[in-house]
């Protein structure tokens, strides 16, 4: 395991045409020093996992506004003027998710299920092509597992073997991502000795990161 790395290093991992996950909620708990590495960096055709695409300079928001991304899943878009504009070309992609659809869905490929069960979009243009599933009378969609080959997370507190912690509503899908991205790098605010972080406030252990983007000089 190698945690401590750069943000140049984070970025050359990530290969065009990658799948990658992207924590936050309208940019609160997003690695924003990640993304806009990313952006700066010219990669192309990325599949983009997001809750939503938050505004043109926070948030995603950097990696459309760079042309960065070619498929996009996420639960929201209508505030990102810049994403509007690609979808409506052709240039973008987009698979729209229910946002408790769309984090069952993560957190079924970190646990190792093959799917999840759930009544939203029965009867709906989103059911179309998908299978259905009775259950006691009841109609559900089968929902499959959302993985990606890298989650860019964000933490308030990594200690020096990976362990995070977040804060308050930053805490968002930061760890659920954790467990489905093949490999994890974590963007913190702070890197603390080990034992800094109380047991109980480690909400993201770190068997599950894999990279930890250390402090510049």
Do not use: W
């Not at 459309?64 to 209508?78: D, E, N, Q, R, Y």
């Not at 504009?85 to 993560?106: H, K, M, N, W, Y």
């Amino acid at each position: 395991m190698h945690l401590a790395i750069s943000i140049e290093e984070a970025v050359d991992m990530i290969p065009d045409g990658a799948s990658v996950m992207l924590s936050g909620f309208m940019g609160v708990g997003t690695p924003d020093k990640i993304v806009t590495a990313l952006a700066a960096s010219g990669k192309k055709n990325l599949t983009l996992l997001s809750n939503d695409t938050a505004r043109p300079h926070c948030g995603p928001g950097p990696l459309f506004k760079a042309h960065c991304v070619t498929k996009l899943i996420c639960s929201h878009m209508g505030l990102n003027p810049d994403v509007q504009e690609q979808f409506a070309s052709g240039e973008l992609d987009v698979e729209l998710v229910p946002q408790g659809t769309f984090v069952e869905r993560i957190r079924a490929a970190g646990v190792g299920l093959g799917g999840i069960l759930t009544p939203t979009g029965v009867g709906t243009k989103i059911a179309e092509g998908k299978e259905v599933i009775t259950v006691d009378g009841k109609e559900y969609l089968l929902e499959k597992p959302l993985s990606a080959d890298f989650a860019l997370i964000a933490a308030a507190r990594c200690d020096y073997v990976g362990n995070l912690s977040y804060m308050l509503t930053a805490t968002n899908f930061n760890p659920i991502m954790a467990l489905a991205g093949k490999t994890v790098i974590c963007e913190p605010e702070a890197i603390v000795p080990v034992g800094v972080i109380p047991p109980d406030e480690v909400k993201t252990p770190g068997v599950l990161v894999d990279h930890v983007i250390k402090k510049s000089a």
